[in-house]
């Protein structure tokens, strides 16, 4: 929610890496000073913002390997990328998927490139992208962190977590 505040501010003005990178570090700074981590992000975005100018021309690059060599850029970003802007099927594993996939024991892994790896080798390639997007939405809005909604939950008789809330 905040990101999509801060960018929503930004872009009309910072609207190419040029631009967006010519602002000096505590520019940047006070430009995402209502996020966590500013001085760190306004760091990786700076240097971001010169490496696509400097060696993508501008484009941001559509495989993953390259996407994660622009600062600040792990691994999931960079199937978040891949998957929305070049429609490349890529499983993006963040604290949602994480949680719901492990307690619908769909995985094991202790971390999220062992989950990712799990969870593409039983869910079908074409439904990656769509897969990340449907457990991130059960995530928020059912199988919450502290508080699962189990009651309302559409697959509470598969779901083999130990914990189910029904209060
Ligand atoms: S039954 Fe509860 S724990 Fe299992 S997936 Fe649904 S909300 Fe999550």
Not at 40 to 61: D, E, W, Y
Not at 91 to 120: I, Q
């Amino acid at each position: 929610e905040r990101v999509n505040v801060i960018t929503a501010r930004m872009f009309p003005r910072l609207n190419t890496p040029e631009k967006m990178g010519a602002l000096t570090q505590e520019e940047m700074e006070a430009e995402i000073r209502d996020c966590g981590l500013y001085h760190a992000k306004a760091k990786n975005l700076l240097g971001m913002c010169h490496m696509l100018t400097q060696r993508f021309n501008s484009v941001i690059p559509d495989d993953i390997k390259t996407l994660m060599e622009l600062p600040g850029v792990g691994q999931k970003t960079a199937n978040v990328i891949a998957s929305i802007i070049y429609n490349i099927p890529a499983l993006a594993v963040d604290t949602h998927v994480f949680r719901v996939s492990h307690r619908l024991g769909l995985a094991k892994g202790k971390d999220p490139l062992a989950t990712e790896k799990e969870l593409e080798k039983i869910i079908p390639r074409e439904k990656w992208s769509d897969a990340h997007h449907w457990f991130i939405w059960h995530g928020r809005k059912i199988c919450k962190a502290r508080k699962p909604l189990c009651r309302g939950c559409v697959v509470v008789e598969e779901c083999p977590f130990k914990e189910k809330n029904f209060e």
